[in-house]
Each structure stands twice: as structure tokens, then as C-alpha cells.
T-cell receptor, first 115, second 108 residues
Framework: GAVVSQHPSRVICKSGTSVKIECRSLDFQATTMFWYRQFPKKSLMLMATSNEGSKATYEQGVEKDKFLINHASLTLSTLTVTSAHPEDSSFYIC???????????FGAGTRLSVL | DAKTTQPNSMESNEEEPVHLPCNHSTISGTDYIHWYRQLPSQGPEYVIHGLTSNVNNRMASLAIAEDRKSSTLILHRATLRDAAVYYCILSGNEKLTFGTGTRLTIIP
């Protein structure tokens, strides 16, 4: 149990376009989902925390208008990178937890390359 | 969040036990000790977590010092599939703050 699916696994897009990444908890209901970003040879950095039905809470330095997060149901959260630029190229990873303080189960990640 | 200190890298022979250390001298009374690992080009995977007592599960064991200022993740019999970056994380709330972790290399 506790499987998190992330789609797409890889996306290449032109500068200025928007990209949507989906994160689904397949066999459990996730009250809270998290979005991370990881640059090459670096550790994961938390971008935002989202609770179902509420606005996401963004970490300091993360632009909420650029990284739109929607957590419309207990099994789905989406991250939209708006007007992507080459500096947004990174490995984006989501995780889901059943409740506050519970174990986080991670997706396989989405590698975004912006040309 | 309280900080953890881990060695940058470790090596171990296949089929031998591995002890991965973590120091967390500023841990607070409500901080849980979490271990996650990340294989190349994948998302992290939960390994184990504990508060005060030692913990065992099918993947590993977690030994927590009596003063809680350090802990050790124990892989009882390393396989090549255990090669990964292992993160020791303290969490008193829902957030996980990842450090640089320990890169574990398994030698066949």
C-alpha cells in the first residue's frame, strides 16, 4: 500500500509555456501533499504544502503565482509551472501523507527541461 | 528545525551489515527521527522513524541513543539495491527538511 503516482515522469517544453504535473495517491487518501524541487547533486527543497480544499502554503522564496498548486481532492494535487524558463529546469517531486505528521510517501519525480 | 549531521559518504560490502550514523545534538523532546533514502533519479523512499525507543521493520532497524542526541540506521544485510543517499531528518511537525545525507555505496 501507500503508492504515489506522479505524471509525467519527464517533460521538455519551450520557454514561456506552462507545464502541469499531477500527483496522485493511488491507494490511500492524502490530507496533505507536498511539492519539492531538487537541482542536480543537491538535496530536496520543500516548495509548498497543500491541504485538500485549502490554499497551499508556500515556503519562503517560492513564487506562488509562478508555481500554482491545486489540491482539489484527497487523492490528487497538481503543480503548474507557469511561463516556464530555463532556470525552472529541475527535478520536481511530490509526496503525500494521510494526515498531519504522518509518513510521507513520495512520487517518482518529474524531470522538467525548459529550452 | 533542528539540524542533523551525517557523513557525506560510506562504503560497505555486499551481504554485510551497514551502520549509518546521524548526530542531532539539538533535538527537541517532540522531534521524531525519520530516515528516508533516495535512489538515483527517483523520489525518496520512507525507511523508518522513531521517537525514543529502538525500532525495527522489514527494511531496517533504528537505534536511538538514550539521550536522543544521535541515532544509527542499521541495514542488517546490504544488497546492491541498498545503494542510495540516506537522509536522517528530524521532524516535530508535518514538514521534512532534507539535508545532504549519506551516499552509501555497496561493493559487490
Amino acid at each position: 500500500g501507500a503508492v504515489v503516482s506522479q505524471h509525467p515522469s519527464r517533460v521538455i517544453c519551450k520557454s514561456g509555456t506552462s507545464v502541469k504535473i499531477e500527483c496522485r495517491s493511488l491507494d490511500f487518501q492524502a490530507t496533505t501533499m507536498f511539492w519539492y524541487r531538487q537541482f542536480p547533486k543537491k538535496s530536496l527543497m520543500l516548495m509548498a504544502t497543500s491541504n485538500e480544499g485549502s490554499k497551499a502554503t508556500y515556503e519562503q522564496g517560492v513564487e506562488k503565482d509562478k508555481f500554482l498548486i491545486n489540491h482539489a481532492s484527497l487523492t490528487l494535487s497538481t503543480l503548474t509551472v507557469t511561463s516556464a524558463h530555463p532556470e525552472d529546469s529541475s527535478f520536481y517531486i511530490c509526496s503525500a501523507a494521510r494526515g498531519t505528521g504522518d509518513i510521507q510517501y513520495f512520487g517518482a519525480g518529474t524531470r522538467l527541461s525548459v529550452l | 528545525d533542528a539540524k542533523t549531521t551525517q557523513p557525506n559518504s560510506m562504503e560497505s560490502n555486499e551481504e554485510e551489515p551497514v551502520h549509518l550514523p546521524c548526530n542531532h545534538s539539538t533535538i527537541s523532546g517532540t522531534d521524531y527521527i525519520h530516515w528516508y533514502r533516495q535512489l538515483p533519479s527517483q523520489g525518496p523512499e520512507y525507511v523508518i522513524h522513531g521517537l525514543t525507543s529502538n525500532v525495527n521493520n522489514r527494511m531496517a532497524s533504528l537505534a536511538i541513543a538514550e539521550d536522543r542526541k544521535s541515532s544509527t540506521l542499521i541495514l542488517h544485510r546490504a544488497t546492491l539495491r541498498d545503494a542510495a543517499v540516506y537522509y536522517c531528518i528530524l521532524s516535530g511537525n508535518e514538514k521534512l527538511t532534507f539535508g545532504t545525507g549519506t551516499r552509501l555505496t555497496i561493493i559487490p
